[in-house]
């Protein structure tokens, strides 16, 4: 019989040390970077400091990972632990950030949202109406508002696109049964001179506010003055569930009036609020990327049977378009009725325009 090579039943010692020591200098690589680039956007976010300074804070940091990385596969642990102790000390500067009340706010977000619930009586204190002219040109006007939770009768979805198919800002616009509309949005608080950053928001740049707003005021303002592209979404609930999701607006803005939150682009945003609502009054709703990615949240409120029934998607999507009704209603009182002119569900819809 032939003799056959016997093979280790294991492999050397040595080479599996060296195994071990290329996955861990992987590891490690990939922590180190990841570190620094948080790092990055947290101290360009954050730090305040005139540009050279922010840019010049960059470099170091940059170099630092270089060099981190650099020793760590050379296999000296010196600069690896310097700049463990560096990430360390930007952790405890980060924790320092706390949200705030007491900034100077933008005027459309400078004051919150109260509401007292008694039974089902509503008073609301501090709903928008700007009249808006442009984005730098508007009456500010700030009222209070009564509302009979009996009388509520429909709710729409309202997704304005200001950044491609798959980013839209999400808005539940509530209808009572004497034509008046109330539209709540979780929004940023910016302070004056500050603009929206998606990665901003990543940073603990804004502050969360819920505005509660005529439609005149929320939806046109996006439509007519920003140029977004809005639909509406006659949304399938039973009254019941009508007044449990505005009532749990009105928790949104106790909570927020007693404790001040940052806004989070990904886990506390305009979209994940409208779930949470949701999911608490239906704990069986399904978790979905189309939450993340809003611009298809529609879509997904269609698969859940949450839509106007018997109409197909691509049917609710065309004819829920607003925009060019928008534009042709202009500051018309009618507003609210003349957008909603050919929506699906609605009672009162004419012909699509």
Avoid at 77 to 106: E, I, M, N, Q, Y
Avoid at 154 to 164: C, E, F, N, P, Q
Wanted: charged fraction near 20%.
């Amino acid at each position: 019989m032939p003799d056959f090579p016997s093979f280790p039943s294991r492999p050397p010692a040595g080479r599996l040390r060296k195994v071990l020591w290329l996955v861990l200098c992987l590891l490690l690589t990939l922590a180190i970077t990841i570190a620094g680039v948080w790092t990055g956007f947290a101290l360009w976010f954050q730090l305040t400091a005139p540009m050279q300074i922010k840019t010049a804070a960059i470099v170091f940091l940059a170099l630092a990972v270089l060099a981190a990385v650099r020793a760590l596969w050379r296999r000296r642990w010196k600069p690896v632990l310097w700049f463990a102790l560096f990430f360390a000390a930007v952790l405890g500067w980060w924790s320092s950030f706390k949200p705030s009340h007491d900034r100077v706010w933008a005027d459309d977000v400078a004051r919150l949202l109260h509401i007292d619930v008694d039974g089902s009586k509503v008073r609301l204190t501090n709903v928008r109406n700007f009249d808006w002219r442009s984005e730098t040109d508007y009456t500010v006007r700030w009222e209070n508002r009564d509302y009979d939770l009996d009388h509520l009768v429909t709710a729409d979805l309202v997704l304005s696109y200001w950044m491609g198919p798959a980013i839209a800002h999400t808005l539940v616009s509530f209808g009572f049964d004497d034509g008046r509309y109330l539209t709540f949005s979780v929004e940023i608080r910016k302070e004056k001179g500050e603009s929206f950053s998606a990665l901003g928001g990543f940073f603990r740049k804004f502050e969360t506010v819920l505005v509660a707003s005529d439609e005149r005021d929320i939806v046109r303002v996006r439509s007519n003055v920003r140029g977004e592209d809005v639909y509406f979404y006659r949304l399938q609930v039973a009254p019941a569930t009508l007044r449990k999701l505005f009532i749990g607006y009105a928790g949104e803005a106790r909570k927020l009036e007693q404790a001040p939150a940052f806004y989070n682009t990904l886990t506390s945003n305009c979209t994940t609020i409208v779930f949470d609502l949701a999911r608490a009054i239906n704990p069986q709703l399904p978790l979905d990327y189309r939450l993340l990615a809003s611009g298809y949240l529609a879509e997904y409120a269609y698969d859940v049977a949450g839509l106007a029934p018997g109409f197909d998607y691509a049917t609710l999507r065309a004819r829920g378009r607003i925009t060019q009704r928008a534009l042709a209603a202009g500051n018309d009182p009618r507003f609210s009725e003349l957008i909603r002119m050919g929506i699906p569900g609605v009672a009162s819809a004419g012909p699509a325009k």
